[in-house]
């Protein structure tokens, strides 16, 4: 008896351990992973096939996925249960975790989601997500694997790691609003910075566009892409700091003010430098004006030397500077503009972005 319990002691703790090393490692960035990650530790210490997570939403008063995974997950995801109904139901509004063995012989048993997912379940442990004494979801893994079925010790197991994913699913959306309110106050910010010149109006939001383009061909990190939009969506806030009688200049700019223009880069990178979430993206926004040839500004930096996103950055802010009328030149065309950048590969701009824009962009036009 005592090995049995200092086993599932010791299963406990290997779990927490796994959890929170993930928690640590994803740095919470998103939801979904984030629950992902959870959950499959979860089945691998149950043995189960299956898990979900739930979310009770309280103006509908019901419950809906945030999680499902195993075979049928994608289509459990759609479906919805009302309060009260189900097993998951039942757990919600009692507050209490819940064996159910075989599902065939529970009342409770609510076979809709089966029905519409093709699933077979045969056995539940489920447990509510309490939060500060308030049940804000529910946790389930299915069917014992080997055909074998869920018992006290499971129930007790899963139960332990309820308030892990509790936390998980807490966390995860107190982190989604805030990087919400942080991109829109970013945004706004950035719209009024952009504003101060009627010519580069919505250039930003352009750039983010562009180089989340390139970014999306480039990787399938949901971390490396959201540096790439955060850094192009504040390349330029810099400019604040330039006076508006050279910003909005109707002709050329001599070059003394050319040269004043120049260290708008730096501003950028002093404005974002104090922040603490936006720190390690100064280098991608200083060195968005290098050239490959190491002949940009504000440090000459050279080819590989120069920040990846940096040079994403570049081509795109390029793209659109020449794609958009400005107060000395009208705007090329997007074929014009190709040309330039390729014209200008390996001397300016990383060849290879030129190339997967160019690529990105003409697939949209076709679409
Ligand atoms: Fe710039």
């Known amino acids: 008896m005592k090995s049995k319990v200092s086993r599932l002691r010791h299963k406990i703790k290997r779990l927490e351990t796994l959890i929170n ?29 299956a898990s979900s997570v739930f979310r009770i939403d309280e103006r509908r008063k019901d419950l809906y996925f945030i999680t499902a995974r195993g075979e049928k997950g994608k289509e459990a995801k759609e479906i919805r249960v009302p309060m009260g109904k189900g097993i998951v139901g039942w757990v919600a509004k009692h507050g209490k975790p819940l064996l159910v063995p075989d599902v065939r012989k529970d009342r409770r048993w609510f076979r809709g989601v089966d029905e519409k997912t093709k699933w077979v ?15 804000i979801g529910v946790a389930e893994v299915l069917n014992k ?36 309110l942080f991109l829109s106050s970013i945004r706004a910010i950035v719209e009024a910075v952009d504003a101060k010149d009627p010519y580069t109006r919505g250039h930003s939001g352009r750039v983010v566009e562009y180089a989340l383009m ?32 050279i910003l909005g200049k109707p002709g050329r700019l001599t070059r003394r003010e050319e040269r004043y223009m120049e260290r708008h880069p730096e501003f950028s990178a002093a404005i974002i430098e104090p922040i603490e979430m936006l720190k390690k993206l100064t280098a991608n926004i200083l060195h968005h004006h290098e050239r490959l040839d190491g002949d940009g500004y504000p440090s000459g930096l050279r080819g590989k030397e120069i920040p990846f996103v940096a040079r994403i950055i570049c081509v795109a802010d390029a793209f659109d500077a020449m ?15 190709f040309q330039e950048l390729k014209r200008h590969s390996g001397t300016q701009f990383d060849a290879r972005l030129v190339n997967i824009l160019i690529r990105e962009i003409k697939k949209q036009q076709l679409a």
């Open 214 to 245: 390139i970014g999306h061909a480039v990787t399938r990190s949901k971390e490396k892409l959201k540096e790439i939009e955060i850094s192009s969506i504040l390349h330029d806030v810099g400019k604040i700091g330039i006076p508006d009688r």
């Open 323 to 337: 794609t958009t009328d400005r107060p000395y030149r009208r705007r090329r065309s997007r074929k014009a503009a």
């Open 145 to 180: 694997k080997r055909g074998r079925h869920f018992d006290k010790g499971d129930l007790e197991l899963f139960a332990a790691l309820g308030n892990q994913i509790a936390i998980a699913v807490e966390n995860a959306s107190l982190y989604s609003d805030l990087d919400n």
């Open 21 to 49: 090393t993930s928690m640590v490692f994803s740095g919470i960035l998103d939801i979904d992973e984030l629950l992902d990650t959870v959950m499959q530790k979860a089945e691998e210490v149950m043995d189960a096939e």
């Open 121 to 135: 379940t045969r056995s539940i442990v489920a447990v509510p997500l309490i939060v500060k004494g308030k049940v």
